[in-house]
């Protein structure tokens, strides 16, 4: 009897850890808040030292500013998108009126924290995950550079 709780008791904790590595490889494969702030201030770096039109097409179709579910998405301030690294064929289009699944107009959310203090994080909202391709709650660190903004989001 003592050998059978002894090998439930080896087996419960080998399971206790898969479990628990398994939620830190999950958390591994998303980005923290603290990433994003970091890549976001690499990215005004970027436009800073090499011009918005180098920056967009590194943005959009470099390897430099992608990490996981972290991008840049980089906009003129009135909503047009100069480059975005999860889908290129945003870049030209204006997305002010865009909507969340709930109607939340956040891409004039974000634009309006831009305008009023330059940089910050947002209020949360649902956007496609690049990672999973499924909607997700998502927050995003904006940083006005100029007449532009960079924001680079965390999803929950």
Not at 51 to 77: H, I, M, P, W
Not at 112 to 119: P, Q, R, T, V
Request: charge should be positive.
């Amino acid at each position: 009897m003592k050998s059978i709780y002894s090998f439930c008791k080896v087996v419960m904790a080998a399971f206790a850890i898969s479990f628990l590595m398994a939620g830190v490889a999950r958390a591994a494969d998303q980005g923290t808040p603290a990433e994003a702030e970091a890549m976001v201030k690499k990215a005004v770096a970027f436009i800073k030292a090499n011009g918005a039109e180098k920056a967009a097409e590194e943005f959009t179709n470099g390897k430099g500013f992608k990490d996981r579910d972290l991008y840049v998405s980089f906009y003129v301030l009135g909503g047009k998108v100069l480059g975005h690294g999860a889908n290129p064929k945003l870049v030209g289009k204006d997305l002010i009126g865009l909507k969340d699944p709930d109607g939340k107009l956040f891409i004039k959310m974000i634009d309006d924290l831009a305008k009023s203090k330059g940089k910050g994080w947002t209020e949360s909202y649902k956007f496609r995950n690049p990672v999973t391709d499924k909607v997700s709650e998502k927050l995003i660190y904006v940083e006005r550079v100029g007449d532009t903004w960079v924001g680079v989001g965390v999803y929950k």
